[in-house]
């Protein structure tokens, strides 16, 4: 197999794991709607590369090792590219979460400060009251 075909093939092969990973990170709810909108058009455009583009004259400039160390290379890129998607992902839905429950320990409190204002105003004027 020549040097071309062998890029094609990882090409269109990258494309389709990138595409399937990130579908099942999206049912998961690991990574958010836009980063998947990212990989999926990401995926899509390596595997049309991988089946339109015709590299025949790449083995002349690159040798079969260059080339596997360029594949080598740019897989461990894409890959490491997605883990630190997935983890602002996670990190962000954890802040959103955060946020929200910040916020309703924010209503708690109010409320909880209304009632306490409430029970000084009643004691205050049961006191008054007495006095009288």
Known sequence: METGEILRTVMIAAG??????????????????????LWGVIS???IVSGIFLRPTVWSQYISETGTVVIIITALCL???????????????????????????LNQENERILAELEQLREKEESDRGDGCI
């Open 78 to 104: 894409v890959w490491c590219l997605f883990f630190i998607s997935v983890h602002i992902s996670v990190l962000s839905r954890k802040t959103q979460e955060l946020a929200m429950q910040v916020s309703l």
């Open 44 to 46: 899509v455009l390596l």
């Open 16 to 37: 389709v794991l990138v595409l399937m990973e990130t579908v099942l990170s999206l049912s998961k709810r690991r990574l958010k709607e836009q980063f998947c909108l």
